[in-house]
T-cell receptor, first 115, second 116 residues
């Protein structure tokens, strides 16, 4: 899996958009970008994933650059409950094989949403 | 409700006393995995299982055992716990089909283990 780099921490005002960057300059053509978040000591929660097109769901939007070397997770109207650690992971989205079993989470970005 | 259930939520034990943390999922997922989380070290994978009777080591398997005798259960066994295994443990599962949606992990609520 390609390595990812995220800022250690970020702040955002409540009601504003939170834009969380992730660099994955060694990403391969068949690797997807996945985002999870972990609210204090709870199990991580899947947010969104994408390959090369921008994606949006009820939780967030994912913008992937044209060269796919970086992406941005956007929480359009951040709330206090969005305060969490956000993890960006790059994975080959294929089934089967023990080589796909290992999944390492990095340190992630601590997002603090303040009033 | 689709979920991954871990038990117990909290566990305090003493060095050397064997313990088992249970994990069960009701989503018919092929893949299950255990992680531990320590301050400053993030989530580290202990073991994973691609399907029944198929298990493999993650990044930090020393001191742990797992078994996958049936699809829904994936217990984590500490044969002789030591204080350095004091940690927050998470079990996770995901389907192993329909890529790339098969990479969507579902996590349990966690087990906080303290080994004295």
């Amino acid at each position: 899996d390609a390595k990812t780099t995220q800022p250690t921490s970020m702040d955002c005002a409540e009601g504003r958009a939170a834009n969380l960057p992730c660099n994955h300059s060694t990403i391969s053509g068949n690797e997807y970008v996945y985002w999870y978040r972990q609210i204090h000591s709870q199990g991580p929660q899947y947010i969104i994933h994408g390959l090369k097109n921008n994606e949006t769901n009820e939780m967030a939007s994912l913008i992937i650059t044209e060269d796919r070397k970086s992406s941005t997770l956007i929480l359009p109207h951040a709330t206090l409950r969005d305060t969490a650690v956000y993890y960006c992971i790059v994975r080959v989205g294929s089934a089967g094989g023990t080589s796909y079993g290992k999944l390492t989470f990095g340190q992630g970005t601590i997002l603090t949403v303040h009033p | 409700e689709a979920q991954v259930t871990q038990n117990p939520r909290y566990l305090i034990t003493v060095t050397g006393k064997k313990l088992t943390v249970t994990c069960s999922q009701n989503m018919n997922h092929e893949y299950m995995s255990w992680y531990r989380q320590d301050p400053g070290l993030g989530l580290r994978q202990i073991y994973y299982s691609m399907n029944v009777e198929v298990t493999d080591k993650g990044d930090v398997p020393e001191g742990y055992k797992v078994s996958r005798k049936e699809k829904r259960n994936f217990p984590l066994i500490l044969e002789s716990p030591s204080p350095n295994q004091t940690s927050l443990y998470f079990c996770a599962s995901r389907p192993d089909r329909d890529p790339p949606n098969n990479e969507k992990l579902f996590f349990g609520s966690g087990t906080q283990l303290s080994v004295l």
